[in-house]
Structure formats: C-alpha cells, structure tokens
C-alpha cells in the first residue's frame, strides 16, 4: 500500500508525516517526485491535484477516498474515521471539502507558495 502526496506542498508534507507515524511500516508515504507515475497509472496532473492511495492490488483512490483509505489503514481511532470517511453519506460530503481544502492548502499552516495549485487566483 502506497499514500502518494506532493512533496513540494509544506501542508501536503507535514499532513502526510503525520498519518505515516500513525501507519503500519508496511504502508509507504512517498512524495509524487520520487515516484514512477507511469509505473502507478498517476499523471503529473493527477498528483498535483490530489492525493492519491494505491492498494495491494493496484487500485487507485483519490483525494479524501485516499486519506479515508490511510486512516483506514491506521487502525484504532483514526481508522474509524477512516471508515466514516469512506461511507455515505460521509463520503458523499468528502469530495468537495477535499477539493476545498486543496484549492486553498497554501493559505493553511505550514504551507508556503509552492502548495498553490496551478489554477489558484
């Protein structure tokens, strides 16, 4: 299992560090830039737009099904909310406040200038 996030973003960063420490060693972390993307079916466009789960049998899961699959994977509390996430109507309301907080990730902590997506005012 592989969580894909944007390792130019501080916010993605330091999002993605935190749900690591709370993973199975089993489970990688990586930033977009390390990775072959052609190799995981991910464009360039793909992961800059979003975060991106990859499971044991390759599937892709984007956005907040990605963070709802990490958190999943995490177990105890946080993979309840995991679970929750990825339910409806739960998940129904996840897409768009992911796409909220993507849109704005460079105004939130730890965020720095590269975290603005190229479509950003």
Do not use: K
């Not at 995981?40 to 599937?59: H, N, P, Q």
């Not at 946080?78 to 409806?88: H, K, N």
Request: charged share 20%.
């Amino acid at each position: 299992m592989l969580l894909v996030f944007d390792g130019d973003c501080g916010f993605c960063t330091t999002s993605a560090r935190w749900i690591q420490r709370r993973l199975p060693d089993s489970v990688l972390v990586e930033p977009w830039q390390s990775l072959d993307l052609e190799e995981l079916g991910l464009t360039r466009d793909d992961v800059i737009a979003a975060a991106w789960w990859v499971d044991d049998s390759g599937d892709l899961h984007r956005g907040h099904m990605a963070i709802g699959q990490a958190l999943r994977a995490a177990s105890g509390f946080w993979g309840l909310v995991g679970r929750v996430i990825l339910t409806p109507p739960f998940s129904w309301l996840g897409g768009p406040m992911y796409r909220l907080v993507a849109r704005y990730r460079y105004r939130l902590p730890g965020a720095t200038d590269a975290c603005r997506l190229p479509d950003n005012d």
